[in-house]
């Protein structure tokens, strides 16, 4: 049986029985983590080794959200802070190759993190351009204010994680940066034109199109849709996305459960779907909710199946690394920043 275009969250430390029946029988195409997942390394091990034997695939993708700053699921004692992704921003400003490089080294660091567990797409790196007056739900986790500047870091990062054996997830296009509201609240609307997009917000997107997977905006567009969120319009999924954009990868929506998407869960995923997404994302690991995007979400094939194929055959076996050299030197660039 063909895995089901869905990647589900759960509720906690260990499966339950009734997360094990549904995983089994439904297949889901991968699992996401947040904290409430996890606990000690070998904790987490288990969980992914468990979740990968119940859909019987040795390489059945896993994600987090692991960027550094506030959005870090892993974190002390047993992993490392990383810093959020304007510090290499700030950096590049002083000098760019050593921006690039911190950059780098960063996600090459998490990477290492990631694969230990088993690991092994991150949801990283972003590509959000954010302006004056945004709100701060993008913040300092974006790169800089110019797209130029944003692709060329977010493709340095793309290289740690590859690097280090860890598939990149692009996010959040075709942007959130201009969004005045946090989408796991309520709905976005953007009122800019479409050409000072297409100059700015597309613009930071469209050299990283290469990559193999993307998460969609839930944030409405009003010059090209104004009436559905970029997750749910076949408009500019096909237009901008696919179109103006050139991204040809594995197409996931962001967290079919967040208060931006109207409706229910079951509608959302409808929408989501024939809206042209290859993949629903699920996080919240409420099993009820879990099941309605399961009814709703076809076996992968044609496109969207190639597509995923596509993906996972782009990840690398990681590189020769030394961790600790690795750390010490992330450590001193910060310190250029810090002093600068």
Same mark, same amino acid.
């Given at each position: 049986?063909?895995?089901?275009?869905? #990647?589900?969250?759960?509720?906690?430390?260990?499966? /339950?029985?009734?997360?094990?029946?549904?995983?089994?029988?439904?297949?889901? %195409?991968?699992?996401?983590?947040?904290?409430?997942?996890?606990?000690?390394?070998?904790?987490?091990?288990?969980?992914?080794?468990?979740?990968?034997?119940?859909?019987?695939?040795? &390489?059945?993708?896993?994600?987090?959200?692991?960027?550094?700053?506030?959005?870090? $699921?892993?974190?002390?004692?047993? %992993?490392?802070?990383?810093?959020?992704?304007?510090?290499?921003? *700030?950096?590049?400003?002083?000098?760019?190759?050593?921006?690039? !490089?911190?950059?780098?080294?960063?996600?090459?660091?998490?990477?290492?993190?990631?694969?230990?567990?088993? #690991?092994?797409?991150?949801?990283?790196?972003?590509?959000?351009?954010?302006?004056?007056?945004?709100?701060?739900? #993008?913040?300092?986790?974006?790169?800089?204010?110019?797209?130029?500047?944003?692709?060329?870091?977010?493709?340095? *990062?793309?290289?740690?994680?590859?690097?280090?054996? *860890?598939?990149?997830?692009?996010?959040?296009?075709?942007?959130?940066?201009?969004?005045?509201?946090?989408?796991?609240?309520?709905?976005?609307?953007?009122? /800019?034109?479409?050409?000072?997009?297409?100059? /700015?917000?597309?613009?930071?997107? !469209?050299?990283?199109?290469?990559?193999?997977?993307?998460?969609?905006?839930?944030?409405?567009?009003?010059?090209? +849709?104004?009436?559905?969120?970029?997750?749910?319009?076949?408009?500019?999924?096909?237009?901008?996305? $696919?179109?103006?954009?050139?991204?040809?990868?594995?197409?996931?929506?962001? +967290?079919?459960?967040?208060?931006?998407?109207?409706?229910?869960?079951?509608?959302?995923?409808?929408? #989501?779907?024939?809206?042209?997404?290859?993949?629903?994302?699920?996080?919240?690991?409420?099993?009820?909710?879990?099941?309605?995007?399961? $009814?709703?979400?076809?076996?992968?094939?044609?496109?969207?199946?190639?597509?995923? !194929?596509?993906?996972?055959?782009?990840?690398?076996?990681?590189?020769?690394? +030394?961790?600790?050299?690795?750390?010490?030197?992330?450590?001193?660039?910060? &310190?250029?920043?810090? /002093?600068?």
């Amino acid at each position: 049986m063909t895995s089901r275009a869905f #990647i589900t969250g759960v509720s906690g430390l260990e499966l /339950t029985a009734s997360e094990r029946e549904f995983i089994r029988g439904e297949l889901p %195409w991968g699992l996401i983590l947040f904290k409430r997942n996890i606990e000690a390394p070998n904790q987490v091990s288990a969980l992914v080794d468990e979740f990968r034997n119940l859909v019987g695939e040795a &390489d059945a993708p896993v994600l987090i959200d692991q960027e550094g700053g506030r959005v870090a $699921r892993l974190g002390p004692p047993h %992993w490392p802070v990383y810093p959020p992704g304007a510090v290499f921003g *700030v950096l590049h400003d002083l000098d760019p190759a050593l921006g690039l !490089k911190a950059a780098r080294l960063s996600s090459r660091l998490i990477a290492a993190d990631l694969i230990d567990l088993g #690991i092994t797409v991150d949801c990283l790196p972003l590509a959000d351009v954010p302006v004056a007056g945004a709100d701060a739900v #993008i913040g300092n986790r974006a790169y800089g204010t110019e797209p130029d500047k944003v692709a060329v870091i977010a493709r340095a *990062v793309t290289e740690g994680l590859e690097q280090g054996g *860890v598939l990149p997830v692009l996010k959040h296009i075709p942007g959130h940066g201009r969004a005045t509201a946090d989408s796991h609240f309520r709905l976005p609307t953007v009122d /800019t034109a479409r050409e000072e997009l297409e100059r /700015t917000d597309f613009a930071a997107f !469209k050299p990283l199109a290469d990559l193999p997977m993307a998460m969609t905006a839930h944030v409405v567009f009003s010059a090209l +849709d104004p009436a559905q969120p970029a997750t749910t319009s076949a408009t500019i999924i096909h237009q901008v996305i $696919r179109g103006e954009i050139g991204f040809q990868g594995l197409l996931m929506s962001d +967290d079919v459960s967040m208060n931006a998407l109207a409706g229910s869960i079951a509608e959302r995923t409808r929408a #989501i779907v024939n809206a042209g997404c290859d993949m629903v994302l699920h996080c919240n690991g409420k099993l009820d909710e879990m099941r309605d995007v399961a $009814r709703e979400t076809p076996e992968l094939a044609d496109e969207a199946l190639g597509r995923a !194929k596509r993906a996972l055959a782009a990840r690398k076996q990681p590189e020769p690394f +030394d961790r600790q050299a690795g750390r010490a030197e992330l450590e001193a660039l910060m &310190d250029r920043v810090a /002093t600068a």
